[in-house]
C-alpha cells in the first residue's frame, strides 16, 4: 500500500447523551410515558385504599323507622347506632347504608318512611373502632 495513499480522518468528537436524545424524542418521549405509568401504578392504588372509607361488619340489624326518626339520628343513636361510629364521618356510614342492596326501596323516594325497615351495619370494622 502506498504510504501517501492513507487518509486521515479527523477526531470525532465524543458523543453526548443529549445529542442522542434530540435525536429521538420518540424514545424519550415513550420512556417518559412508561416511567409514569410505572410510578402511578404503585401510587394510586395506595391512594385508593386511603379513600375507600371505613370498612363495616358484615352482621346487621333491621330498624324500623319511627316518627322523627333521621338516618343521620339512626346511625348516631348509642342504643341503635353503628357500634364504632364515632370513629368516622357519619357520612360514610349513610353512603354505606344507602348503597346497600337490603335497602334499595326504602331509599328510592330519597326519604324515610314510618314504618319502614332499615338495615345497619352491627359495627365499622377498622383498627380504630376495635379499640373500644
Same mark, same amino acid.
Given at each position: ?13 465524543? +458523543? +453526548?447523551? +443529549? =445529542?442522542? @436524545? *434530540? ?6 418521549? #415513550?420512556?417518559? /410515558?412508561?416511567?409514569?405509568? /410505572?410510578?402511578?401504578? $404503585? ?8 379513600? =375507600?372509607?371505613?370498612?363495616?361488619? !358484615? !352482621?346487621?340489624?333491621?330498624? &324500623?323507622? $319511627?316518627?322523627?326518626? &333521621? @338516618?343521620? #339520628?339512626?346511625?348516631?343513636?348509642? *342504643?341503635? #347506632?353503628?357500634?364504632?361510629? %364515632? ?7 349513610? %353512603? ?8 334499595? =326501596?326504602?331509599? !328510592?323516594? #330519597? $326519604?324515610? %318512611?314510618?314504618? *319502614? &325497615?332499615?338495615? /345497619?351495619?352491627?359495627?365499622?370494622? &377498622?383498627?380504630?373502632?376495635? =379499640? %373500644?
Amino acid at each position: 500500500m502506498n504510504p501517501e495513499a492513507r487518509i486521515s480522518y479527523a477526531p470525532s468528537k465524543p +458523543r +453526548r447523551l +443529549r =445529542d442522542d @436524545l *434530540e435525536r429521538h424524542p420518540k424514545l424519550v418521549r #415513550g420512556v417518559a /410515558i412508561a416511567a409514569t405509568a /410505572i410510578a402511578a401504578s $404503585q401510587i394510586v392504588p395506595r391512594i385508593a385504599d386511603h379513600f =375507600d372509607g371505613p370498612d363495616f361488619s !358484615e !352482621e346487621t340489624k333491621k330498624i &324500623t323507622v $319511627q316518627s322523627g326518626d &333521621t @338516618l343521620w #339520628g339512626i346511625v348516631e343513636d348509642p *342504643e341503635m #347506632g353503628i357500634h364504632g361510629i %364515632d370513629k368516622i364521618d357519619t357520612r360514610d356510614a349513610i %353512603d354505606h347504608i344507602k348503597s346497600d342492596p337490603a335497602n334499595m =326501596d326504602v331509599f !328510592e323516594n #330519597g $326519604q324515610l %318512611d314510618i314504618g *319502614e &325497615t332499615i338495615v /345497619i351495619p352491627e359495627s365499622i370494622v &377498622t383498627p380504630e373502632a376495635s =379499640d %373500644d
